[in-house]
């Protein structure tokens, strides 16, 4: 019905940069806000970046600066540009959406599969 596949990960050396993109895809009225959360081993799923659907951002602290949020709403994507990367930014990096369904009418929260991102020293 609804479905979130991100891509761009990958393994990159400090201080280089990656764009993580996420598409959204099947039966949808809108899609609504649009989040980039991650998480590394021994920690919680954190908030990384937002953006809603007229463009408004936030960002995590740790990542403020370094990372944007965009989104393009005729392609129902978003993307997360990041630079500066360090290595505690390695974690797994998951898309998430609020979306309205076309099937239900109701707005849900999806979920991607995640894509690694690993930065190495």
């Known amino acids: 019905q609804v479905q979130l596949v991100e891509s761009g990960g990958g393994l990159v050396q400090a201080g280089g940069s990656l764009r993580l993109s996420c598409a959204a895809s099947?039966?949808?009225?809108?899609?609504?806000?649009m989040d980039w959360y991650r998480q590394a081993p021994g920690n919680q799923r954190e908030l990384v970046a937002g953006?809603?659907?007229?463009?408004?951002?936030n960002y995590a602290d740790s990542v403020s600066g370094r990372f944007t949020i965009s989104r393009d709403n005729a392609k129902k994507m978003v993307y997360l540009q990041m630079n500066s990367l360090k290595p505690e930014d390695t974690a797994v990096y998951y898309c998430?959406?609020?979306?309205?369904?076309?099937?239900?009418?109701?707005?849900?929260?999806?979920w991607g599969q995640g894509t690694q991102v690993t930065v190495s020293s």
């Open positions: 953006i809603t659907s007229g463009g408004g951002t």
């Open positions: 099947g039966r949808i009225i809108s899609v609504n806000d």
């Open positions: 998430s959406a609020d979306i309205t369904s076309l099937v239900t009418g109701r707005r849900n929260r999806y």
